[in-house]
């Protein structure tokens, strides 16, 4: 799912492309993507883009009389621009919007279609889509303090609650629990002073660290390799490589349709996390640190 490192970029890369310029089509090619009824899209058309922000995941374009489109890219949703005009084709296009300056497709890859755009009328009813979380890269340290601790969940949980904290996804979570040496289970109840200004000040690098990094390989070019896979990432999608820091194998944790990457080594004293689905299998055999593991893939090569 692209986060908040990616959406800025992309919104970076639309105001270049169509801030003040005038929307001159819209193509739905899959009706599921277009979650509002009223208005219509095609009111949209003829007016001017005025405005491009970001709120969570959620891009809004903001256009004369005070109208608002709002795409949410969920897992798989990404956008491509085109020349101006440009077909909606293949099985992955859902929406066009066409503009003098060139065509924003809408895509989403996979069967299960999440993304979504809805098209609403005034400040109130954009409102409605703000959750009014946490930017943490325009907070303090004290604000950080009171959103991370108003509810008692694992570091990965608060992280990655949209109530909570801005833009933040399973991704960048990774990156940051990593970049601040602390367990994605750890209770946010049990975090000490230091660790939660540990945690803010992570927070707040990796996410503009990101930021710069995706600006910079976009040159001013549209951004098209929008994943969640990098190759610079320290753990996240790097289950059994070397941890950048310290060399440990990078562990992980399955859950539903995500997992958790972390360096049992950095961030947990060397003990291996649960895994819901190894654990099943192996049991009692479930190692519990890094020598344990070891150990255990000794024995089965003897």
Sequence with gaps: MPELPDIVVYIEALQARILNEQLEGVGIASPFVLRSVAPAPATLVGKRVVSLRRLGKQIVLGFEGDYFLI???????????????A?????TALAALDFSSGTLILTEAGSKKRASLHVVEGVKALETFNRHALEVLDSDLDSFAAVLHRENHTLK???????????IGNAYSDEILHHARLSPMKQTAKLSEDETRRLWTSTRTVLSDWVALLRNQADGEFPTKVTAFRPEMAVHGRYGKPCPRCGAPVQRIVYAEN?????AQCQTEGRLLADRAMSRLL???WPRSLDE??????????
Excluded: V
């Design 259 to 263: 997992e958790c990457n972390y360096c």
């Design 71 to 85: 795409l949410h890219l969920m897992i798989a949703g990404r956008l491509q621009w085109r020349e101006s005009r």
């Design 157 to 167: 949980r608060s992280l990655t609650d949209p109530r909570l904290f801005s833009g």
């Design 87 to 91: 077909r909606l084709s293949g099985k």
């Design 293 to 302: 593991m070891e150990k255990h893939f000794e024995s089965r090569r003897s």
């Design 283 to 285: 049991k009692e055999d």
